[in-house]
Antibody, heavy 120, light 110 residues
């Protein structure tokens, strides 16, 4: 079964940091582009960042550039999102997704999502 | 910018339904494919891929779902709505970065 499982979320103070992890199984992780997508509670979807198969290319939405870092460890079939200088507006469910059709960035599957709450 | 309409769509089981998505930029690639994907987020669940390249059904997606359109205007159609189709539908452009989603269309049973 193709599966993505996120971990590492929780309550973080403004200005704080947190690292999300995503464990992948059931597919060839090392040959897949991967992305993070977030969803503020009750709101729509927002793409956050993606990373090429070998980690040589990384792209970010403007609102997180310089604060978030996407990375991967193909030996561990794992994807990460290091989130620094967190703001209240970063509060959201964060989904790890595989780009099953890389050319059009079609996301499948999606993880179950992990909640990051930025609040004092 | 991806703009969806309507925001909310009450539907009757067995009847057809359609959702519109308009892009502020052309999403037709030189290879002939439209770089538009559609997702469904059922209540309490993660989103799931329905359609990619504008009209290709993802694996396991029932054939009552279809995607159409080209350039800047796209449509997701459901030929006969079933109760399990309720949720929020999102279109997404995959042509340029940053990737972006429409605001969503909530489908509910009348």
């Amino acid at each position: 079964d193709v599966q993505l499982v996120e971990s590492g979320g929780g309550l973080v103070p403004p200005g704080g940091s947190v690292r999300l992890s995503c464990a992948a199984s059931g597919f060839s992780f090392s040959t897949s582009w991967m992305s993070w997508v977030r969803q503020a509670p009750g709101k729509g979807l927002e793409w956050v960042a993606n990373i090429k198969e070998d980690g040589s290319e990384k792209y970010y939405v403007d609102s997180v550039k310089g604060r978030f870092t996407i990375s991967r460890d193909n030996a561990k079939n794992s994807l990460y999102l290091q989130m620094n200088s967190l703001r209240a507006e970063d509060t959201a469910f964060y989904y790890c997704v595989r780009e099953v059709v890389a050319a059009t960035h079609a996301f499948d599957p999606w993880g179950q999502g992990i909640l990051v709450t930025v609040s004092s | 910018v991806m703009t969806q309409s309507p925001l909310s769509l009450p539907v009757t089981p067995g009847e057809p339904a359609s959702i519109s998505c308009r892009s502020s930029q052309r999403l037709l690639h030189s290879n002939g494919y439209n770089y538009v994907n559609w997702y469904l987020q059922k209540p309490g669940q993660s989103p799931q891929l329905l359609i990619y390249f504008g009209s290709n059904r993802a694996s396991g997606v029932p054939d009552r779902f279809s995607g159409s359109g080209s350039g800047t205007d796209f449509t997701l159609s459901i030929s006969r709505v079933e109760a399990e189709d309720v949720g929020v539908y999102y279109c997404m452009q995959g042509l340029g970065l940053p990737l972006s989603f429409g605001g969503g269309t909530r489908v509910e049973i009348k």
